[in-house]
């Protein structure tokens, strides 16, 4: 179990690396904004990462809301995209 959750760990980081690229080089609005929405993702998963290593399930409530919380920002950022299109 400790290899799996320390190799998750790595390509969390690594993609976090990535997406923070995107996040500074995104050529337009709708870049930058998917790549914030997927760093929340990694953030959520390196939680779950962090639970299933330790075994401690105090954090599950934190995922649920983060989760909730990326959804609603992504209809958001969606359908304020949708609407600057629009114009």
Do not use: H, W
């Not at 690594?14 to 953030?43: N, Y």
């Not at 990462?49 to 950022?77: I, K, N, Q, Y």
């Amino acid at each position: 179990m400790i290899f799996a959750t320390n190799l998750a760990g790595v390509l969390l980081t690594i993609a976090t690396v990535a997406t923070v690229v995107r996040v500074v080089r995104g050529p337009s609005v709708a870049d930058r904004m998917v790549a914030l929405d997927t760093l929340l993702f990694i953030g959520v998963a390196g939680i779950g990462v962090f639970v299933a290593r330790t075994g401690e399930t105090t954090l599950v409530p934190v995922l649920v809301v983060a989760v909730v919380t990326a959804f609603v920002s992504t209809v958001v950022v969606a359908r304020y995209i949708e609407s600057e299109n629009d114009r």
